[in-house]
């Protein structure tokens, strides 16, 4: 079975801290993504990427970063974190078959 | 630009009765679908999908329905257990250009014993 492990479930960090959120998948995917769940507005995309030091924006990138270094690890940086970025947020790889495989989530709280 | 919508945010069903959650989308290049559901503190699974090319998708419990011509498909769950209790997203995707998912708000399903 596909892993994708969130390195944190749960996250409380002070307003204006940079923030790592870490994800790494055991299967060799080209395409890792990072979402942030919301009530009421589903899931939606912040980063993705399709290999190695390629990153793509997705539908709300203001005041995210995103690196990939490496094949396996997909990171997720908020640069100085604001209580309007306090969610669920879910990191998922795929290998562009559909078969998108989801972590377990970080629930991120900025206070 | 919601390109995915899930107009119900709950639903309530009885265990053993069918439990019927729809999905509207507004992209015509969409030409796959998905459903995933999902419990409080894990991330969403994967349940079952659907290509454009077919109009529906048995899996056990579970069928999905697609209706191309009014960008509607929907999930049956028959019959409905309580462990089918979750929140369920509806996604899509388009073979041309990005290979990213586009989700719904997601419906929260309660099967009641």
């Known amino acids: 079975d596909v892993k994708v492990t969130q390195s944190s479930r749960y996250l409380v960090k002070r307003t204006g801290e940079k923030v790592f959120l870490e994800c790494v998948q055991d299967?060799?995917?080209?395409?890792m993504f990072w979402y942030r769940q919301d009530p009421g507005l589903g899931l939606r995309l912040i980063y993705f990427?399709?290999?190695?030091?390629?990153?793509e924006k997705g539908d709300i990138p203001e005041g995210y970063s995103v690196s990939r270094e490496k094949k396996e690890r997909f990171s997720l940086i908020l640069e100085s974190a604001s209580t309007n970025q306090t969610s669920m947020y879910l990191c998922?790889?795929?290998?562009?078959?559909?078969?998108?495989?989801f972590g377990s989530g970080t629930r991120l709280t900025v206070v | 630009d919601q390109q995915v919508k899930q107009n119900s945010p709950s639903l309530s069903v009885q265990e053993g009765r069918i439990s019927i959650l729809n999905c509207d989308y507004t992209?015509?290049?969409?030409?796959?679908f998905l459903w995933y559901k999902k419990y409080p503190a894990e991330g969403p699974t994967f349940l079952i999908s659907?290509?454009?090319?077919?109009d529906k998708n048995e899996d056990g419990r579970f069928t999905v329905f697609l209706n191309k011509s009014a960008k509607h498909l929907s999930l049956h769950i028959v019959p409905s257990q309580p462990g089918d209790s979750a929140v369920y997203f509806c996604?899509?995707?388009?073979?041309?250009?990005?290979?990213?998912?586009?989700f719904g708000q997601g419906t929260r399903l309660t099967i009641n014993p």
């Open positions: 299967m060799d995917h080209e395409n």
């Open positions: 990427s399709y290999d190695v030091k390629m990153k």
């Open positions: 659907i290509s454009s090319i077919k």
């Open positions: 992209n015509s290049m969409f030409d796959y």
């Open positions: 996604a899509a995707i388009s073979e041309q250009g990005a290979q990213k998912l586009v």
């Open positions: 998922a790889s795929g290998s562009g078959d559909y078969g998108y495989t």
